[in-house]
């Protein structure tokens, strides 16, 4: 049996669905916005405050394996009605979310770890959405395109461990823009003169990969075109690829390279 706390976003239907393929025994703690997936009969509402009610759940159903899917968005924590141990451990992640959202999800593990309660890795029933190292489309990265691909990949590997930045833009040499808290998107829209930059998406350094990688699929690509970028990059068995058959066919269509490394 294994537990899946679910969120937003397409991410966490694949791994529903993909679950259900297997006939594996699942349920779900639906932590997105509008309960997406309160028709399913093994679906439980619970808030994330209540840490009691989740952990009495997941040692009714006997399993000890938790995994999480989909975008989880930071509750207001001035409005949750908390439990006996919701009120013990509340305090650390008020104290994370500060710190910004890996720091929540580090709280959010270390306080299922005291439980004995292990969290598996997002994709450890889909394999597939990771990316191996290479280059995906037909169109591939310029020597110069290179340089100022490293120099990002550097910057990113010096960031700090719990700040916003997992996502950035490079054109000739230099940073045009960096990912704030609002995500990859709004930072694609809010910057000027994307046109011909490079979008580099790699986790945050010290990142909880198993709850928490970096995601792009067709709407990225999309985002990217609207905006004049020429190319992707992401890193090896680092990043969730989603519908990547449509987003190669879209890339190839409108010269835009991906690229892994």
């Known amino acids: ?74 509750p207001k924590f001035s409005s949750l009605r908390l439990d006996f141990k919701g009120i013990y451990y509340m305090p650390s992640v008020i104290r994370a979310a500060k710190l910004g959202d890996a720091a929540i999800i580090k709280a959010i593990i270390k306080i299922l770890n005291n439980e004995k309660i292990k969290v598996i890795s997002s994709i450890y029933f889909n394999p597939e959405l990771a990316v191996k190292k290479g280059n995906l489309t037909k169109l591939k990265p310029s020597l110069r395109d290179i340089t100022s691909i490293n120099k990002g990949i550097k910057f990113l590997s010096k960031s700090n461990s719990l700040d916003h930045v997992q996502a950035l833009i490079v054109k000739d040499n230099k940073i045009i823009s960096k990912e704030d808290n609002r995500g990859t998107k709004k930072m694609l829209y809010k910057s000027k003169n994307n046109s011909g930059g490079i979008l580099i998406k790699y986790p945050k350094k010290r990142q909880d990969l198993r709850m928490d990688l970096p995601t792009i699929g067709l709407q990225t690509l999309k985002d990217c075109k609207k905006n004049g970028l020429k190319g992707i990059v992401l890193k090896p068995k680092k990043n969730i690829f989603l519908d990547k058959i449509k987003c190669l066919k879209f890339a190839n269509k409108n010269k835009i390279f991906i690229s892994i490394r």
């Open 1 to 74: 049996m294994i537990g899946l706390f679910l969120g937003d976003t397409d991410f966490s239907n694949i791994v529903l669905n993909k679950i259900k393929r297997k006939k594996k025994k699942y349920f779900i703690i639906d932590f997105s916005k509008k309960g997406k997936f309160k028709k399913d009969q093994n679906s439980h509402r619970i808030s994330i405050g209540r840490f009691g009610e989740i952990i009495n759940l997941i040692k009714e159903k006997k399993s000890n394996k938790v995994l999480f899917a989909g975008k989880i968005a930071k």
